[in-house]
């Protein structure tokens, strides 16, 4: 099956910046769409980001200007440059593996802090 893993998180202070970065392993369609969605304790899973396989990227209207995504096909890996990081920002960062009519593919999810 399809494997995605996430690193990058951490601590950091509020204006802050920090790069996540997911590679996705198996079976991998050249057609795809990577994306970034998040989860702060007791709110739902909200879409922050996504790029197609030809690079068009989208962005949800509270990352826009931001936040870059941006990914690299050889190796099947997809970056989310945060700069100017707010607390409101705090949530764990789950990247999402999207191909044609598949079960979407989940990664396990890396904690993003951001203090006040």
């Known amino acids: 099956q399809v494997q995605l893993v996430e690193s990058g998180g951490g601590l950091v202070q509020s204006g802050g910046s920090l790069r996540l970065s997911c590679t996705a392993s198996?079976?991998?369609?050249?057609?795809?769409?990577m994306g970034w969605y998040r989860q702060a304790p007791g709110n739902e899973r909200e879409f922050v980001a996504a790029?197609?396989?030809?690079?068009?990227?989208n962005y949800a209207d509270s990352v826009k200007g931001r936040f870059t995504i941006s990914r690299d096909n050889v190796n099947n890996t997809v970056y989310l440059q945060m700069n100017s990081l707010k607390p409101e920002d705090t949530a764990v960062y789950y990247c999402?593996?999207?191909?044609?009519?598949?079960?979407?593919?989940w990664g396990q999810g890396t904690q993003v802090t951001v203090s006040s």
């Open positions: 999402k593996l999207t191909m044609g009519v598949l079960p979407d593919s």
């Open positions: 198996g079976s991998i369609f050249a057609i795809n769409v």
């Open positions: 790029i197609t396989s030809d690079g068009s990227p």
